[in-house]
C-alpha cells in the first residue's frame, strides 16, 4: 500500500474514533512501529491530529472542553455507539439482583438500559434521558435526583443535586468522564457543578466503574474531578498497552 493510502485511511480512522493508537496502525497495516510514527508526524503536519503518547488524538478534539462547545447529549448518543453497548455490556456483568447503583449523565450509561430492565434494582440518578430507555414493565425502583436541570444536558446538577446524594448508599456506581488524562492520571469534565456530582458519588459507593471509551483518551476539560486510581474498574474498549493502568478493563 502507498504511503499516501495509509495516510488517508488512518486520517478516516482518527476521524471515526478521535483517537488511534501506534498499535492499532502497526496491526492494520502491517507496518513497523518507525513507520506508524512516521505517518502520524506527517499527519501533525497537516494540522490533522496532534500526536500523544501511543497515538494521536484528532486536533479538534485536542481543545479543552467546556460548558461553551460541549455537544447536546441526545446528538451525541449515536456517537461512537458499538463501544458503548460494549462497556456497558461488559460492566453490567457486575450488577446482581438486589442492588442499589447510580448511573450517571451522558450517553455511555444509557446502553446499561438494556442489561437491567428485566432486573429487581435500585436505580438513582440524574440522568432523565436514561430513564427513557427503561420499558415501562422494569421492575425496580427508581429514584430521580432533583436540583437545577441543563435541558441540553437531560441531567439534574449542583447543591440541591448533591445533598439528595448524601442520603443515599450504593453497592455499584457506573460513572462518565468527558476526558482521560493517562499521563496525568485524571478525569476531567466539562462543568464544575457536574464534577461536584460525581466526587459526592464517588464517596457513597462501595464499587466504583468508570465507563470511557477511548475517544476521551488526551481529551482533557475544564475540570478534574477525580484521580484514575480512584476506581475499582476503568472499561475502555481500547487503550496504549504501555499507558494502561492496574484498573483499566479492556472491553472486547
Known amino acids: 500500500m502507498l504511503s499516501a493510502q495509509r495516510l488517508m485511511l488512518i486520517r478516516e480512522m482518527i476521524e471515526r474514533d478521535a483517537f488511534v493508537s501506534v498499535k492499532e496502525i502497526m496491526e ?8 506508524a510514527m512516521r505517518d502520524l508526524i506527517e499527519l501533525e503536519n497537516q494540522g490533522v491530529v496532534i500526536r500523544e503518547r501511543g497515538g494521536a488524538v484528532l486536533k479538534e478534539r485536542a481543545a479543552t472542553v467546556s460548558s461553551a462547545n460541549e455537544v447536546a447529549i441526545r446528538a ?11 462497556l456497558c455490556a461488559r460492566a453490567a456483568r457486575t450488577i446482581h439482583e438486589g442492588d442499589c447503583i447510580y448511573v450517571d449523565g451522558g ?13 429487581r434494582v435500585t436505580v438513582i440518578t440524574p440522568n432523565t434521558y436514561f430513564l427513557q430507555k427503561l420499558p415501562a414493565t422494569f421492575p425496580g425502583t427508581i429514584y430521580l435526583l432533583g436540583g437545577e436541570f441543563g435541558l441540553n444536558r437531560d441531567m439534574s ?9 448524601k442520603q443515599f448508599n450504593f453497592d455499584l456506581a457506573f ?9 496525568r492520571g485524571e478525569a476531567s469534565v466539562f462543568d464544575f457543578e457536574v464534577g461536584q456530582v460525581k466526587k459526592e458519588v464517588l464517596k457513597r459507593c462501595r464499587h466504583s466503574r ?11 476539560a475544564l475540570c478534574s474531578w477525580a484521580r484514575l486510581d ?23
Not at 492494520?28 to 513507520?35: H, I, N, P
Not at 444509557?110 to 437491567?116: G, Q, V
Not at 446538577?157 to 446524594?165: K, N, R, V
Open 28 to 35: 492494520r497495516f502491517d507496518v513497523s512501529r518507525s513507520s
Open 76 to 86: 451525541k448518543e449515536n456517537v461512537n455507539e458499538a463501544q458503548k453497548r460494549l
Open 107 to 119: 450517553t455511555t450509561t444509557l446502553f446499561l438500559a438494556e442489561w437491567i430492565a428485566t432486573m
Open 157 to 165: 446538577y449542583g447543591p440541591l443535586t448533591i445533598e439528595m446524594l
Open 175 to 183: 460513572l462518565t468522564t468527558n476526558g482521560i488524562d493517562l499521563e
Open 210 to 220: 468508570l465507563l470511557v471509551d477511548a475517544s476521551k483518551i488526551g481529551k482533557r
Open 230 to 252: 480512584a476506581f475499582q474498574d476503568i472499561y475502555m474498549d481500547a487503550c496504549p498497552e504501555d499507558e494502561r493502568l492496574e484498573n483499566i478493563v479492556i472491553c472486547d
